[in-house]
Structure formats: structure tokens, C-alpha cells
């Protein structure tokens, strides 16, 4: 028994190695070749973007102008969620003093290869035509493929510096496959309101990458302490990731909301909750420190925990102080989780979680699923309207006679099943990344942007004393 752990371990813990010439040209080059053959046999068009489909959809529709078309209402949108998930996402993991290429590197290298693999797995659920067996897209299944990339790159924030692209590319293989697997079960079969992905984006990744980061816990990780930190400069690379998400999040809860007032409310909903959170994030930040001063980490992080927490409600009518409300709780609740629960997860569970996701992402996502669940569930005529009610929670076909109170539980449900994917999923996937073939980094090696990238450390610093040596000249 005792040689067959020893074995085991061996196995699972022998000498890193982050040689990737031959997994990575490899992986990338083998998964695009699939990608090529499946868009060939599967994706097409759809009538607003066929050039012979939208002729005839506007002489069906009696359309006289191109500007009718769908494009000219969600891109607009599309464009603000584009820059959140490249450029906001990106930049915001760059907080690390030796990890910038990194983490907007290999965010955009996962998100350009989620995306794709997004729209044959949401094609496959959700617009997949029994007839042809063709998927068609639009600009509203970029969104949707933006959307379902999101949850990926909201579990490499836990991994941050610790794992090798090539694992990324698998945690993004089967974190897509299993973003589009609970996003059926939430949206077509529990029939939730969850436009801005509270559930199905955020909790699902925030836990997925969280289990991952517990299967993949590192006894030794303190040998990279030193480089675990950032320094003036990446914090202020952070914070404008932290400023275009903060832009744009009222975008993304409204971008594949219903034309009219719902997103008109979705907006105004998610922009008062952000401002809201703001405030608290910086109170609770300073009352924190003995001398009252602010962390950078509460301010690029917790200020956004609001827009996350409004993803399922911002399109309900949960109120303007309601909005407020949700974004004072979540700046408190986010920023406490940065001082006390990290730290505890760390030491008492063996979870180690760079960018905190669990504050920003998993624990806001939860809690508005269950706000959104509570505000369905009290929704009524008197407060939407008849049509209104119809409108906003679709309750047409065989969902037309659902009342609110069941409504308000296949939310709650829903936000369930979101834990449940990522929990799960996130072990199982962890389990893989644990075979020794994925060239990850070594635990005295880790948060190094050497380990990948043609870099020299010190050539760098040469050049940023020549800088400053220049500013003060000038001076």
C-alpha cells in the first residue's frame, strides 16, 4: 500500500518542467485545425447577417431600411462587452509585479480560443436547426460567446501565475463545454432571468476556478512570496482594467437584455449599484487600516462586486434604492472577504486564490442569484403590468401559467445548480490538470513571467531607471 502512494506521488509530483515548445504550438495548433472543420460542417449565418436571408426577412417583415437591422442595436453593446473581456479581464490580472505578460497574454490567448468553441457548444443547445443541422449566429451569439468565455477567464484569476497555458487551454475547454451544459439547465429547462449572468457567469466560474485552484494547491508556494506582491506600476495597470470594467458593466448585464425599457432599467440599475459600491469599498478599505489608509487590491476589486451581484436582478424591477442598496452590501461584503476570508480559505481550507475571485466573482454571483430569486418572486401585475410580466420573465408557452412565487424558486434553483457545475466540474478538471505533462511552473517558480515568455528582468529595470533618470533631467 505504501509503495502504491509512493508511486502515486511520484506520478503526480515529479520535477517541473515549463518546456512548451512542442504542447503548446501543438495544442493550439490541433484545436484551431478542429475548429476550422466543425465551423465548416456546422456554423452559418443567420437571416439578419445572410446577404440573400435579410433580403428576404425584410420583404417578409416589410422592412424598408437596413437599419432595422439587429446589428445596429446590440453591436453598441457587443463592443463594451469586447473590451471588458480583452482589455478590462486582461488588465485587471496584471496587478502582479512580475506577471503582466501573463495574465493579459494568456487572456487573450484563451478568450480568442473560448469564443470560438463558445459559439459551436451554445450553437449545439441552443440554435442548432433540426432540419439542416446547422447552427446560425448573429451578433447577439458574439455576445453570448463573450459571455460564455467570461466564466473561464474568471477561474484563471485563482490560477493566476500558477499554471502553464496549455493547462489554461484545457481549463477553457471544459469550462466552455460545462458553462453551455448548466447554462441550458438554468435558462431553457428552469426558464431563469439571468442577463447579466449572476449564476450562470460568475457563480459558475467563481467556484469552478476555485475548486481547480483546491485540487492544485501547492504546499510550497511560499518560495514565490516574494513575487506574489505588486508594485506601483502594475497597480495602476490594474486599476484601468478595474475602470473599463466599471464603465462598462452596465453594458454587459444590458447587452442581450429585451429592447425597450428593460434594458433601459438594466442600465440604470447596474450604473447606481456600482456607484453605491464605490463608496463602501473605499469606507470599509479605510476604517480596515490602523491609519486609515487605502488598499489598492479593495479598490480594483471589491468596487466592482456590485455589478456582478446585478447581474440576474438589474432587469427586474428591484427599484432604484434598491439598486443602491445591493451595491452599499456588496462593497462591505466583497472588501471584508478580501481582508479576512482570503486569508482563512488559504490557511484553513489549502485554497490559494491570486485575485481573490471568490470576493469578486463567487460570493457576489450567489447573492445575486438569490436577489434576483426574492425580487421574482415578488414580482406583480400591479408593479409590471400584465404584459409586463409576460415581457420580462417570458412567460409564454409552456411556462404561461407559472406563477411568480415558482418563478421566484427555479431562480434560487438555478443559482444551485451554478455552485454545483463549478464545484464539480472544477474538481474534475483540477484532478487533470494534476498529470504531470502540462509543463506548469515549479512552486519556486511561480507568478514569473519568465517561465514563458521571452522576457529579461533585469534588462527591464534598466530601462525603467533611464526613464525616471530622463523625468528628473527635465525636471
Same mark, same amino acid.
Given at each position: 500500500m505504501g509503495n502504491c502512494c509512493e508511486r502515486a506521488a511520484n506520478f503526480f509530483g515529479p520535477q517541473k518542467n515549463t518546456y512548451i515548445r512542442v504542447s503548446l504550438p501543438a495544442v493550439c495548433f490541433v484545436w484551431q485545425i478542429a475548429m476550422v472543420v466543425l465551423f465548416g460542417v456546422f456554423i452559418r449565418y443567420d437571416e439578419e447577417s445572410d446577404e440573400k436571408g435579410w433580403n428576404e426577412f425584410k420583404k417578409s417583415h416589410n422592412i424598408t431600411s437596413n437599419i432595422e437591422n439587429d446589428f445596429y442595436f +446590440?453591436?453598441?453593446s457587443f463592443q463594451d462587452v469586447h473590451v471588458m473581456i480583452f482589455v478590462g479581464f486582461g488588465f485587471l490580472m496584471t496587478f %502582479?509585479? +512580475?506577471y503582466s505578460f501573463g495574465g493579459v497574454g494568456f487572456n487573450f490567448l484563451i478568450a480568442a480560443f473560448g469564443l470560438q468553441w463558445a459559439l459551436l457548444m451554445q450553437g449545439w443547445f441552443h440554435a442548432l436547426d433540426p432540419v439542416t443541422g446547422k447552427i446560425t449566429i448573429g451578433i447577439e451569439s458574439l455576445i453570448n460567446a463573450d459571455f460564455c468565455c467570461a466564466g473561464s477567464l474568471i477561474a484563471y484569476g485563482a490560477l493566476l501565475g500558477k499554471v502553464s497555458p496549455v493547462q489554461l487551454m484545457v481549463v477553457t475547454l471544459f469550462g466552455v463545454t460545462l458553462f453551455a451544459v448548466e447554462e441550458y439547465i438554468i435558462l431553457d429547462l428552469f426558464h431563469c432571468r439571468d442577463a447579466g449572468g449572476a449564476m450562470v457567469i460568475h457563480t459558475f466560474g467563481g467556484y469552478y476556478g476555485l475548486a481547480i485552484s483546491w485540487v492544485l494547491y501547492r504546499p510550497n508556494l511560499? %518560495? !514565490?512570496? +516574494?513575487?506574489?506582491g505588486s508594485v506601483y506600476h502594475s497597480d495602476l495597470f490594474a486599476m484601468i482594467g478595474a475602470l473599463f470594467l466599471w464603465m462598462f458593466w452596465p453594458s454587459f448585464n444590458s447587452a442581450i437584455t429585451n429592447h425597450g425599457a428593460g434594458q433601459h432599467r438594466t442600465v440604470i440599475n447596474t450604473y447606481l449599484a456600482l456607484a453605491s459600491c464605490v463608496l463602501t469599498t473605499f469606507a470599509i478599505s479605510s476604517m480596515s487600516q490602523k491609519k486609515g489608509k487605502l488598499d489598492m487590491v479593495h479598490i480594483q476589486n471589491a !468596487? %466592482? &462586486? &456590485?455589478g456582478v451581484a446585478m447581474g440576474t436582478a438589474a432587469e427586474l424591477m428591484i427599484t432604484p434604492y434598491g439598486s443602491i442598496i445591493v451595491g452599499f452590501?456588496? @462593497? $462591505? $461584503? !466583497?472588501?471584508f472577504g478580501y481582508l479576512y476570508v482570503t486569508p482563512f480559505l488559504e490557511k484553513k481550507l489549502k485554497l490559494q486564490d491570486t485575485c481573490g475571485i471568490h470576493n469578486l466573482h463567487a460570493v457576489p @454571483?450567489? %447573492? #445575486?442569484? =438569490?436577489? #434576483? &430569486? $426574492?425580487v421574482a418572486a415578488t414580482a406583480t401585475e400591479e408593479i409590471y403590468g400584465k404584459e409586463g410580466l409576460i415581457e420580462t420573465f417570458d412567460l409564454? @408557452?409552456? =411556462?404561461?401559467n407559472r406563477?411568480? !412565487?415558482t418563478q421566484g424558486g427555479y431562480q434560487a434553483a438555478g443559482t444551485c445548480v451554478a455552485i454545483a457545475f463549478g464545484l464539480v466540474g472544477g474538481v474534475c478538471v483540477g484532478f487533470i490538470l494534476r498529470f504531470p505533462i502540462w509543463g506548469d511552473p515549479a512552486d519556486d517558480f511561480c507568478f514569473d513571467d519568465e517561465a514563458y515568455w521571452e522576457y529579461c528582468f533585469a534588462q527591464f529595470m534598466s530601462h525603467i531607471v533611464v526613464y525616471y533618470q530622463l523625468l528628473e533631467a527635465l525636471s
Open positions: +446590440r453591436y453598441p %502582479l509585479k +512580475r511560499n %518560495l !514565490s512570496k +516574494r513575487l506574489n !468596487s %466592482l &462586486a &456590485a452590501c456588496c @462593497g $462591505i $461584503i !466583497s472588501t @454571483g450567489m %447573492l #445575486g442569484g =438569490f436577489v #434576483g &430569486a $426574492i409564454t @408557452g409552456k =411556462f404561461e406563477t411568480m !412565487s
